[in-house]
């Protein structure tokens, strides 16, 4: 999330390949866990990454810097790197957490105003790639 909206969305793309990115599916929201091959190493690696990329682009442009949200609504897509910065830290609070987790799993519904369950599929997807941790 960092690289896109504290990044590409000034004008300043993240300094590493993202897999979700580069093969389309964060699109299909595989940004938003971890497969059974990406160590935790790998995970905070890119997350501190992204901190130092995010920070950067702070220093260098303020938060008064022109930002254009590709993904959102035409009539919306204009902003700035500060709104943007409070969406991220926002963001971060909402997800950041055990208890979203358990309650996404009690609920079966992802974010607060979701209004469908998280399709079976993507659930299974994730569950398995869950499962190859557990101890057999």
Do not use: K
């Not at 901190?51 to 009539?75: F, I, K, M, N, Q």
């Not at 790197?81 to 208890?99: C, D, F, I, P, Y």
């Amino acid at each position: 999330m960092e690289f896109g909206y504290l990044g590409d969305c000034v004008g300043r793309p993240a300094p590493v390949v993202l897999p979700w990115v580069e093969d389309g599916s964060v699109w299909a929201n595989a940004d938003m866990w971890a497969t059974a091959d990406q160590t935790r190493d790998y995970i905070v690696g890119l997350y501190r990454t992204a901190c130092a990329h995010s920070d950067r682009s702070v220093r260098a442009l303020g938060l008064a810097a022109p930002a254009t949200v590709s993904w959102w609504p035409v009539d919306r897509r204009t902003t700035t790197l500060g709104s943007l910065l409070v969406r991220v830290v926002a963001e971060t609070a909402q997800h950041a957490g055990h208890a979203d987790i358990v309650r996404e799993l009690i609920d079966g519904r992802a974010g607060n105003d979701a209004d469908d369950a998280l399709p079976p599929d993507y659930v299974r997807h994730i569950q398995a790639a869950a499962d190859t941790y557990r101890p057999s």
